[in-house]
């Protein structure tokens, strides 16, 4: 066989595999009506790098902003108040009471940590002898993948935490791919988070959407400040008329220290004095920095006299207003309540105790109007 007549067959073969292979495409395109996509490529989390700024953000804000530390501690106030009580199973009370859980004290931390960082991130460790699971906190920004199964967004599989080694660590998930509790690892994670977005595994924090508005108005409060400092200062112009040779540095040196308050200068005609004072226009802006507040407020879903503003509204505009805020603590407080409960039944199925009865109940929230809380 003739060099041309090999390379010929040989194109004809590979013109007839790309050919196949299109119509292989089309019959699917046709069988598909082109409106379905696989569920994990329905996920619209943002990259990790985003959300770590995000975190890091709000975890700056709250340490040096007190309108944030405060908007984070009202939340808590009001969601767990003075503490929670766990009602049900004889384990849940045992859990619930462990030196080592110590839950009373644990979850005012986890409810700050939900409203700053969105989402909480519990390790289980469970002892292989009593069967006791012990619970421990990971922060959120040092998990920077979650990894849910491919069908079900909502199926957590496992959670990849950053540690000191490049590998880093993963964190299997509780109940993922177990048939029977004795064959899940002796540690799991639970994942809890609250502002999670449809098509979204990651949570958001209570500020992310007002942390801008809290630096503008740190910004707002320092340049006031410095203004304000300014406004008030002033320095000595002295004019020396027709001056000799080197008289100007021997006044430089003469006057290097600058005279106290009440002091009489004397001078003669050719030297004069003038205090001269910054001009600076520093009109009333109280409504620019109340507009900032007023974003803030509105962003957390208080109002104003929330953050100690009582002059912003009477008694009776206070009670209306609160009807909004109410209503968001009594949420929050309803799925804090939920997330409590899912961890001590997740302590139970590791266990081998299967699903059982828990109850945690919170202090109802306080609605600010005395006949309804007697009625209550």
């Avoid at 929670?84 to 009370?93: D, S």
């Avoid at 407020?297 to 100690?308: K, M």
């Avoid at 407080?333 to 961890?343: A, K, N, R, Y």
């Amino acid at each position: 066989m003739g060099w041309r007549r090999w390379v010929a067959e040989r194109l004809a073969g590979d013109a007839w595999r790309a050919e196949t292979e299109r119509r292989v495409q089309e019959a699917l395109h046709a069988a598909d009506d082109g409106d379905w996509r696989p569920l994990a490529a329905a996920g619209k989390t943002p990259p990790w790098q985003e959300v770590r700024a995000s975190i890091e953000r709000v975890e700056a804000a709250c340490r040096t902003n007190p309108l944030a530390a405060r908007l984070v501690g009202m939340t808590t106030d009001f969601v767990v108040g003075a503490g929670a009580r766990v009602e049900g199973h004889p384990f849940a009370l045992r859990f619930w009471h462990d030196p080592l859980n110590a839950m009373d004290r644990r979850i005012h931390r986890w409810c700050d940590e939900l409203s700053r960082a969105g989402e909480l991130f519990l390790v289980l460790s469970r002892n292989p002898v009593t069967r006791m699971s012990y619970v421990r906190e990971v922060p959120a920004s040092r998990i920077d993948a979650v990894e849910t199964d491919p069908d079900d967004l909502e199926r957590t599989v496992r959670y990849h935490q950053l540690t000191d080694s490049p590998e880093g660590r993963w964190w299997p998930a509780e109940g993922a791919g177990v048939e029977a509790p004795d064959d899940e690892p002796d540690q799991v994670m639970v994942h809890c988070c609250i502002n999670r977005q449809v098509g979204e595994v990651r949570g958001r924090s209570d500020l992310a959407q007002v942390v801008t508005w809290l630096d503008r108005y740190d910004l707002w409060l320092e340049d006031r400040v410095r203004i304000n400092r300014y406004k008030g200062a002033y320095l000595w112009h002295v004019q020396v008329r027709s001056p000799l040779p080197g008289q100007l540095e021997q006044r430089r040196a003469q006057y290097s220290r600058v005279p106290q308050s009440g002091s009489i200068i004397v001078t003669d005609a050719n030297e004069e004095w003038r205090a001269v004072q910054p001009q600076i226009a520093a009109d009333d802006v109280e409504a620019d920095g109340k507009a900032i507040r007023l974003m803030v407020a509105a962003g957390v879903g208080v109002p104003l006299h929330y953050l100690a503003e009582g002059e912003s509204a009477n008694r009776a505009t206070a009670r209306e207003m609160g009807t909004a805020t109410f209503r968001h603590f009594q949420h929050r407080q309803h799925v804090f309540q939920g997330i409590l409960e899912d961890v001590v039944r997740a302590a139970g199925r590791r266990a081998g105790l299967g699903e059982i009865a828990v109850r945690v109940r919170l202090d109802p929230v306080p609605t600010g109007d005395a006949e309804g809380e007697e009625g209550a």
